[in-house]
Every structure is written in structure tokens, then in C-alpha cells.
């Protein structure tokens, strides 16, 4: 058993701690009425034990408490027990009763701890001796559990110091009580200014918006944390991060089917296809996006119009954007970059004005000899039709062989093979007049590249219409 000493530096201590949790509530006016059965244990004083009259032992007590809120945190607590000892055939049975002040501070916690003191008397009835009643000195102490509005479970450890009549001076004895009981309230309401269910003086959030469900403490639960409390919220399971409306329903502004506050492009047009975080979708990169684009598989550079198809304006069939030629005339060949095709005799063409010259190594002779092979006559009608374009321009026609054979025949092979390419332009142009053209051969001395392979050999092969007056195609450039 505790001594004496240790109870009451305890309830001290405990006291002090009341006290200060008292000054936060003391405004609290809530009036009601707790009462109900009480169980325990009684541990006698040693005094009182076997072999010490009236021989007690340690037995069951049960009895009741009852409390009345005075004001504030302040109760009067009324407490009574019995316990009956049997010690060796003999009947004995102790009764308590009191009245405390009790010290129990509104918390916003379901425990909630309490102290109280108070006088009372006790009183022993053994059963072969007269009875002896003595006053009483008690203070208690221990928590109070809400099991509901108006239930609890109040544990309790109650020390008894009896005081002799006329003789409170020699007053060391002390009973301890220990137990709990089932506290049932009665009497006024709580004070519950938003109509929220928790009372006032428990309400962390005292200005909580009617209808909202709330916690223990008061406070709004939000389950979605969109910022509207459940009870109010009519689409409660919002998206973590999205905007709402009052109701507590997502906002879409651009209607993408992604919410405002999730939205990163929140002024997508009507109609756009977007992706999951709101942002169209544009699948042949034209700007256009998806579900707007009415021509879906645009090439990648093409320039588009509102509706994401290739604008062409030159109606080449090569859209604006990758069309290198954007004027070309109507009806025109055009290659895949939008310009018009040039023909065999606009190349040659070029070539003759540009470099002087115009270089054949696809004309074709018999084998040592200067009959020109069919498979080049195309090749030379082409040369007869830019020669024949310009008729003040003199030409010499070179012919050129690889390093076979002695430098002497090459020579005469290549002079006669020229004569060969000559004859035949004049056979098949006879606008070329005679004295427009030459010929000369020049063997295997001006190669175009060392004569040391079968490729090397097949370049320095070759026919050469050379431009004699430059002076004369400088004015034509002109």
C-alpha cells in the first residue's frame, strides 16, 4: 500500500496540473448529473489485518458515485462502498460514505482526468462486537473514458483516512478503494453553437458550416481535401489537385475532360484531342491538334491551313513549307522538292554555258576501231540539240583515250573516233554548219585520273565538245 506521504505528493502534483487545465475551460456552463454502479477492491490498513482486531482481510467493494456539475470544472462528488470480510468464520463488513469537491476539466480528448477531496464517516459492523463509526478523510483521483454522449467509464483510486472522534490528531489510518463503474449522464445539453454535434467548449472548430461532417474534435472532414467538407461535397472523390466549384465538383473552364488545377494547357480549343495532362495532342506535329486536324498524316514541314491540311499554292502537288520552287507554271514536271524537272538538253545546256565545255564518257566505239556503238546515239542527238542552239559559238570536238596501246595509235584512234562524233552530228543535224566545229585527237596525254585501274581507265575515255571563242559565250551569259 502507498504510504500516506507518497498518496498525497502524488495528488499535489496532479492537482497543480488540474488547476492549470482549469483556467482553459472554466467558462464551460454545462449542467448535467453522472451517476451509476461502482466495483473494486478494498485494501485494508495493515492495523486493521489479521491478527489485529477487527481482523480484515482484502475483499471485493461495490457500491456507487454519483456527481453535479457546480460551475465551471468544479463537481460535487458523492461516493459509497461495502465490503464484507470473512477472517477465520467470523463476518465482518466495512461501509463508506462521502462527499467531495471534484476537480475535472473539460478536455477534447475521450480521457479526461479528474481529482476530488471531501469528509464522509465509515463505518465497521463485525459481527460479534458493536459496531464502530469513525469520520473520514478522502481523496480520489484517476480518468474518466466517454464511451457516448452521455456514457463513460470512470476508473478511481480512493484513499480513506479515518478520523477518530475527538481525536483527529491521531488520525493514521488509511484504507485504499480501487475500481470502476459505468457513469451514466443526465441533465442539460451541451452547448453546440454550429449545430455541428460537438459541444462548444470541445469544438476546435467552432464556426463549422452546417451540414458538414466532422470529427471528434469539430473540425470538418474533408476526404477528398478539395477544400469542401463531406456532407457538403457532391462529388467526393475529386482528384487530388483539382479545382472545384462550391458543391465540391471538379471545374473543367476549356470542356477537355481534364480538371482545372490538373489542366496545364486550360485553353484548349473545342473539339482538340489532349492528353492526360490537358494538352492536345498534335500527331503529325502541324500545329493542328488532333480532333481539329482533318488531314491527320500531313508531312512533317508542310505549311496548314485552320484545318490542319497542307495548303499548296502553287498546285504543283508539293505542299508550301517543303516546296523549293513555289511558283512553278501550271502543268509543269516537278521533282520531289517542287521544282520543275530540267531535261537532258537543259542540263547539257547549263553545262556548256557555265563551264565551256560539255564532257561525254558514255560515247561508245567497236573495240580499237571508230564506229560509234548505237547505245550512244541518244547521248550525241542531245549534244546536236544544244550545238544547234547555238550556232555563233566555234566547237572543238577532242577525243580522249586511256593509256593502252602506244601514245601514236592512241593519238590517231582518238582523232579518228572525234571525225566518227562528227559525221554524225552533221548527218543528223544539218543545221550545224561545217565550219562551226573541229577535231582533234589527243591520245591518252591529258588523263583525268591515273590510268591504274579499269574505273580510273573508263573516265579518261571520252569525247570533249570544247567552246573555242570564250569571248563569245562571255557576251551570251551577259
Avoid at 472523390?237 to 475532360?257: I, L, N
Avoid at 480538371?259 to 486550360?266: A, F, L, R
Avoid at 550556232?391 to 582523232?415: F, K
Avoid at 572525234?418 to 544539218?430: C, D, E, I, K, W
Amino acid at each position: 500500500m502507498l504510504s500516506r506521504r507518497v498518496w498525497w505528493m502524488t495528488f499535489a502534483l496532479a492537482a497543480v496540473f488540474l488547476m492549470r487545465t482549469a483556467n482553459a475551460s472554466a467558462n464551460d456552463d454545462e449542467k448535467r448529473l453522472e451517476l451509476g454502479p461502482f466495483g473494486g477492491w478494498t485494501r485494508y490498513d495493515t492495523e486493521l489485518k489479521e491478527p489485529n482486531p477487527p481482523m480484515l482481510r482484502d475483499a471485493v467493494n461495490y457500491g456507487a458515485r454519483a456527481r453535479m456539475r457546480m460551475f465551471g470544472t468544479v463537481w460535487l462528488d458523492l461516493a459509497g462502498g461495502i465490503s464484507n470480510s470473512e477472517t477465520l468464520g467470523v463476518a465482518n463488513k466495512w461501509q463508506d460514505f462521502s462527499a467531495s469537491l471534484m476537480l475535472a476539466p473539460m478536455t477534447a480528448h475521450t480521457v479526461s482526468p479528474f481529482l476530488s477531496a471531501g469528509m464522509g464517516f465509515s463505518q465497521f459492523r463485525p459481527q460479534h462486537t458493536p459496531d464502530k463509526t469513525d469520520g473520514t478523510f478522502e481523496v480520489a483521483g484517476g480518468v474518466r473514458i466517454r464511451l457516448a454522449p452521455m456514457l463513460a467509464l470512470r476508473l478511481e483510486a480512493r484513499n480513506v483516512l479515518l478520523m477518530p472522534k475527538k481525536e483527529w490528531g491521531k488520525a493514521h489510518i488509511d484504507n485504499m478503494v480501487f475500481g470502476a463503474g459505468l457513469m451514466f449522464g443526465f441533465g442539460g445539453q451541451p452547448k453546440d453553437t454550429d449545430g455541428d454535434g460537438v459541444n462548444d467548449k470541445l469544438d476546435l472548430c467552432a464556426a463549422t458550416p452546417m451540414g458538414c461532417r466532422v470529427d471528434a474534435q469539430g473540425c470538418p472532414i474533408d476526404a477528398d481535401k478539395d477544400g469542401v467538407c463531406d456532407g457538403l461535397d457532391q462529388c467526393a472523390d475529386t482528384p487530388r489537385g483539382a479545382k472545384v466549384d462550391a458543391h465540391g465538383c471538379p471545374t473543367d473552364s476549356d470542356g477537355d475532360g481534364v480538371y482545372d488545377g490538373i489542366d496545364q494547357c486550360p485553353n484548349t480549343p473545342k473539339g482538340a484531342k489532349v492528353d492526360a495532362t490537358g494538352c492536345p495532342i498534335d500527331s503529325d506535329g502541324d500545329g493542328v491538334p488532333d480532333g481539329i486536324d482533318q488531314c491527320a498524316d500531313t508531312r512533317k514541314g508542310c505549311t496548314v491551313d485552320a484545318t490542319g491540311c497542307p495548303i499548296d499554292s502553287d498546285g504543283d502537288g508539293v505542299c508550301d513549307g517543303l516546296d523549293k520552287c513555289p511558283n512553278t507554271p501550271a502543268g509543269a514536271r516537278i521533282d520531289v522538292d517542287g521544282c520543275p524537272v530540267r531535261t537532258e538538253v537543259q542540263i547539257r545546256e547549263t553545262e556548256l554555258l557555265d563551264t565551256g565545255m560539255i564532257r561525254l564518257q558514255d560515247v561508245h566505239f567497236q573495240t580499237a576501231k571508230a564506229v560509234i556503238l548505237p547505245e550512244s546515239f541518244a547521248n550525241l542527238d542531245v549534244i546536236g540539240q544544244v550545238l544547234a542552239k547555238w550556232p555563233q559559238l566555234r566547237i572543238e570536238i577532242g577525243g580522249h583515250c586511256d593509256s593502252r596501246g602506244g601514245a601514236a595509235y592512241n593519238v590517231a584512234l582518238s582523232h579518228r573516233r572525234a571525225n566518227s562524233v562528227l559525221a554524225y552530228l552533221n548527218q543528223h543535224f544539218p543545221a550545224l554548219r561545217g565550219s562551226q566545229m573541229t577535231t582533234k585527237g589527243y591520245g591518252e596525254s591529258v588523263p583525268l585520273q591515273p590510268n591504274t585501274s579499269p574505273e580510273n581507265m573508263a573516265q579518261n575515255r571520252r569525247v570533249e565538245f570544247v567552246v573555242l571563242n570564250k569571248e563569245v559565250l562571255k557576251q551570251i551569259k551577259r
